[in-house]
């Protein structure tokens, strides 16, 4: 492993993390919730070679044990965020909104502006890329920046081996108060910092 170094990247790019999330179907349980699921995709390509075959774990010639990263992420997750994102917005959008919104965000390929990744961005600038955990550092961000109001609809979007792409779509039913546990509040006021280009590729 130390000598491919497609199976040294893995180890600089993530982090260990956690997040913990209470859930819970009880109607009882809505006057204290923040958020209500609306709707939860998985989307799976491994039964494609490439996108399979684009971050797997196997042993070098050596015998050692690593997660060997290809070339073929960029385009393979492409791949599965509009496979996601088409099975998504025929259940999020009404039927007249569908067909231009898909065909809009197929064609901008999601060309976002800083603050639509501010807070992804962030968030691996301060704790690294902790996977899954990740995207709930990243609405709490949100949340600690005051950006998630009441009726607001919240996508979270995260990508993984195998190769999968997962949504799910949070409605917010409470209104938002300051939270002194959110990992965020004792230094928001700091955010966002410029992240050196390195960051960004």
């Given at each position: 492993m130390d000598k491919v170094k497609s199976m040294l990247l893995a180890n600089c790019l993530f982090r260990m993390g956690g997040a913990a999330i209470l859930l819970s179907n009880r109607k009882s349980d809505r006057q204290i919730a923040k958020y209500e699921l609306q709707h939860l995709v998985r989307t799976h390509l491994g039964s494609k070679d490439s996108s399979y075959k684009c971050v797997v774990q196997e042993a070098d010639d050596e015998g050692f044990t690593g997660v060997s990263l290809s070339r073929s992420i960029p385009q393979v997750a492409g791949e599965?965020?509009?496979?996601?994102?088409?099975?998504?917005?025929?259940?999020?959008?009404?039927?007249?909104?569908?067909?231009?919104?898909?065909?809009?965000?197929?064609k901008e390929f999601l060309k976002l502006k800083d603050r639509d990744v501010e807070a992804s961005k962030m968030t691996l600038y301060r704790f690294g890329?902790?996977?899954?955990?990740?995207?709930?550092?990243?609405?709490?961000?949100?949340?600690?920046?005051?950006?998630?109001?009441?009726?607001?609809?919240?996508?979270?979007?995260?990508?993984?081996?195998?190769?999968?792409?997962?949504?799910?779509?949070w409605k917010c039913i409470s209104k938002m108060k300051p939270d002194n546990l959110n990992v965020w509040s004792d230094r928001i006021d700091q955010y966002p910092v410029e992240v050196p280009e390195v960051m960004d590729h």
């Open positions: 599965a965020l509009k496979t996601n994102m088409t099975t998504l917005a025929a259940l999020a959008l009404p039927y007249s909104e569908l067909i231009q919104a898909v065909i809009g965000a197929i890329n902790t996977s899954s955990s990740s995207t709930w550092y990243s609405l709490s961000y949100l949340e600690a920046k005051g950006r998630v109001r009441q009726g607001d609809r919240v996508w979270q979007l995260a990508f993984g081996s195998g190769f999968k792409c997962n949504s799910a779509v």
